[in-house]
């Protein structure tokens, strides 16, 4: 159906962004319009200018939205969404000093969300997830990524593969979903090694369901007493193989190059990058692979941020995403997440918003959204406040209403 916006205060088309492909961005790269108008139907945004220049023919369907805000819309391009428990007690034992042996010994960490995930039922997995992505939602993301990833072993990364695509059935369109295949996210003990689990379940998992076409990308976490360059060749040709993307969790515990081998691979995004070496700043800059940045995880553990600006400066594409999980970041908004950290990672207004719109639509391979430009998807976020900067400005304030 045909629809006509009109009287907006801004619409932050992000045109300027979008034809740097969303590098070395000026705050004027947010090519905002004024007093703006659009039209778009389903499919596509049909023309997009001032109020006073909307052509005639529109003028019969135009509701004022007076006091809002259109922007791109917002995505969250990385996040863990779907798991068992939490880990609430674990943080406060972590905040009074517990330290993390202690909490291993304990039974805590990444384990411990193994268990609860794999002692839920498939329906409180999924009930948990759907409330989660409807507070997503309510912040006005509509985009989301979702990573398998704590089952851990055959069955039940299966099952939790199957449930991501079962939500992205629900939601879409209202709700976009990302299903990416992170069985590579921990080597548990019952394995001898890293090579031992890609062989026995990793990879002849990912043979099995790449036939039934739900992953829409593979993951991997590579650092130094999880997952080896071995195992990401290994993982990432076989994907190629299949014709799967493929993302990464690089460089965040040490730097090993995995910025390096995302790109050999051709990788959607390599992410954290906490560690990264000025070669991996190099190699991200001249590629197409995008740089994620988690600050959220930084601040959550206590640690220094990802050198976001060198990255920038180098032309890397930067996004920002929350990786929402229940260990490292319990934190669900990642406007939240980019507002705060903006000051502190040093980005411009059109850095901060491209990281969570069209570079984040990058990371997950939507070429065809992030900007509001003819001919693009109709994917937006509305904001209900006078201007783009009383949304960062007031960071954890939520502005976000339904489109009309
Ligand atoms: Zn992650």
Redesign the pocket.
């Known amino acids: 159906m045909l629809k006509a916006l009109i009287d907006l205060n801004e619409i932050v088309t992000l045109k300027g962004a979008h034809s740097k492909e969303g590098r070395h961005l000026v705050a004027d790269d947010l090519s905002i319009i004024k007093d703006g108008a659009i039209v778009y139907d389903e499919s596509k945004i049909l023309w997009v200018g001032e109020t006073t220049r909307l052509p005639e023919q529109y003028r019969n369907l135009a509701q004022s939205m007076k006091g809002h805000v259109l922007t791109p819309e917002v995505v969250d391009s ?3 969404i779907v798991f068992g428990g939490d880990r609430a007690q674990e943080y406060a034992d972590r905040l009074n000093g517990v330290s993390y042996e202690e909490i291993a010994k304990r039974g805590g960490g990444i384990l411990y969300t193994m268990k609860q995930t794999n002692e839920a039922s498939q329906e409180e997995l999924f009930q948990t997830a759907c409330e989660r992505i409807e507070r997503l939602h309510s912040y006005g993301i509509g985009t989301i990524e979702i ?1 398998s ?1 704590y089952g851990l072993n055959f069955e039940k990364e299966f099952e939790v593969t199957l449930l991501i695509d079962r939500l992205k059935k629900k939601y879409a369109p209202r709700i976009q979903i990302f299903n990416t295949y ?1 069985a590579a ?1 921990d080597v548990p003990k019952s394995f001898q090694s890293s090579a031992d689990y890609m062989a026995k379940v990793v990879i002849p998992l990912l043979e099995k369901l790449a036939p039934l076409k739900v992953i829409d990308a593979v ?1 991997i ?1 590579h650092e130094k007493n999880y997952f080896t360059a071995d195992d990401v060749e290994l993982l990432f040709n076989k994907a190629q193989s299949l014709g799967i993307a493929c993302k990464t ?1 690089a460089d965040e515990l040490n730097d090993n190059d995995g910025a390096a081998l995302a790109i050999k691979h051709g990788a959607l995004s390599a ?2 990058l906490l560690k990264i070496s000025s070669s991996g700043i190099k190699a991200l800059a001249g590629s197409q692979t995008v740089a994620t940045l ?1 600050p959220g ?1 930084a601040f959550f553990l206590g640690k220094p941020l990802a050198p976001g600006r060198a990255l920038l400066d180098g032309g890397a594409k930067v996004a920002i995403a929350s ?1 929402y ?1 229940p260990g ?2 319990h934190c669900d908004n990642v406007l939240l997440v980019a507002s705060m950290s903006a000051a502190q990672l040093k980005l411009n207004q059109a850095e901060l918003w491209s990281g969570i719109t069209l570079n984040a639509s990058a990371a997950l391979g939507f070429k065809n959204q992030g900007a509001i430009i003819p001919g693009m998807k109709p994917r937006f976020s509305l904001f209900k406040t006078e201007s783009l900067s009383h949304i960062t400005y007031n960071w954890g304030r939520n502005f976000a209403v339904s489109l009309p």
Do not use: A
């Open positions: 990385h996040t863990h990573k990833g992170l996210h993951d976490f969790h992410d954290h988690l995880t990786d999980n490292s970041c």
